[in-house]
């Protein structure tokens, strides 16, 4: 099998410096074990910051993929079958099953297996979970989503529609803003380019905004707060901006702001919701099939470029959810 290794934990931004491929031997499945072959592994922001207390160097890179079981001593995984594993940076794991999450059984023919990493997988988890579960979302309320072109963002904002929604988006290109109206985003501004964030929230949203589904963190959040409405609610989703940062920031949020308006703030993680996982799944096939979400996904060919991949998540290359295909 081949791996990816942390030899070195990542100082700033990761560098190709940080990871070693290795070959590794694997032992022959025992009774109750499978083999597995990685067919779409992903690349998530979690990894930068998780790296730091979930890992020590020597360790093969967390992380989830879609795999292909190809021999079982284990008859809930028949050969053939596939599952979504946590076997890491790897192209062949051996698992007594534990890990495994069976790809949804009725998982349609003519929808790709990847999506079981992005879209009907944990990100557009995420995404649902924030909105329902955290913010409590109702039809009619204006949200606000920033890295809203990814593959977190690009499901908050087509669920928040599908609930009847104003929905604007943040992104850092004009390809992405493009792409977020596509989706039926009813604003969608590029960040970088915009000027003063605090007129384009303006813009975008005169009368502000009653839900903030926050991912990326740092000053700008500081910026969003303030246009936020009274008793308006924010999921604290991700801080993208920051996980590369040498020196923790303090401080970004205005807290008089959240007293004067008396605003909810919630951070949250996906896992909170584990015990709903299967029925959540099926409910973002139905709408996928229904033709009510779109996707898109950035897919790099190759395990070789896993580093590569990863190291373009976080600068921003791709558009939708970041896969590898082996
Ligand atoms: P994305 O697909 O959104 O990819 C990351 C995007 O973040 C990039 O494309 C880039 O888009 C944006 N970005 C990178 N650096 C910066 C920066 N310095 N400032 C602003 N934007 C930046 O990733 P995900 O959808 O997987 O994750 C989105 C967020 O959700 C992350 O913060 C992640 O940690 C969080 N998350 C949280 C979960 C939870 O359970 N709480 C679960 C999954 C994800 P752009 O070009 O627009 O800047």
Redesign the pocket.
């Known amino acids: 099998a081949k791996t990816w290794v942390l030899i070195k934990h990542f100082d700033g931004f990761p560098k190709n410096t940080n990871f070693e491929l290795k070959v590794e031997e694997l032992p022959k499945p025992k009774d109750g074990e499978v083999l597995l072959e990685a067919v779409f592994l992903s690349v998530?922001?979690?990894m930068r910051?998780f790296s730091a207390f979930r890992m020590k160097e020597g360790d093969v890179m967390i992380g989830t993929q879609v795999a292909k079981v190809i021999q079982s001593k284990n008859p809930a995984f028949p050969v053939g079958s596939h599952v979504v594993s946590r076997s890491g940076w790897r192209t062949h794991s051996v698992s007594d099953g534990t890990d495994l999450v069976p790809v949804m059984p009725e998982w349609p023919q003519d929808v790709s297996l990847s999506l079981a990493l992005g879209s009907i997988g944990?990100?557009g988890l995420?995404a649902l979970?924030?909105i329902e579960e955290v913010l409590g979302l109702q039809k009619g309320e204006t949200l606000l989503v920033?890295?809203?072109?990814?593959?977190?963002?690009?499901m908050v904002g087509q669920i928040a529609k599908i609930k009847g929604c104003k929905v604007v988006g943040?992104?850092?290109?004009d390809a992405?803003v493009a792409f977020l109206k596509e989706l039926g985003f009813d604003e969608a501004f590029n960040?970088?380019t915009v000027g003063s964030l605090e007129e384009a929230l303006k813009k975008a949203s005169p009368e502000g905004y009653d839900c903030f589904f926050e991912?990326?963190?740092?000053a700008?959040s500081s910026v969003a707060l303030q246009q936020m409405k009274n008793f308006g609610r924010i999921a604290v989703?991700?801080?993208?901006?920051t996980?590369?940062d040498t020196n923790p920031q303090t401080g970004p949020y205005p807290h008089f702001t959240m007293i004067v308006k008396q605003l909810k703030m919630e951070?949250?993680?996906?896992?909170r919701w584990e015990h709903k996982h299967p029925e959540s799944i099926k409910r973002l096939m139905g709408w996928l099939k229904e033709g009510k979400l779109q996707f898109r996904e950035h897919i790099t060919k190759g395990f070789e470029n896993m580093p590569a991949a990863f190291m373009g998540?976080?600068?921003?290359?791709?558009?939708?959810?970041?896969v590898v295909a082996v």
């Open positions: 998530d922001p979690y910051p944990m990100p995420t979970y924030g920033n890295a809203a072109a990814g593959a977190v963002g690009s943040s992104a850092g290109s992405k960040y970088k991912n990326v963190g740092g700008s989703c991700g801080s993208i901006s996980y590369n951070g949250f993680m996906q896992s998540l976080l600068q921003g290359e791709n558009i939708g959810k970041a």
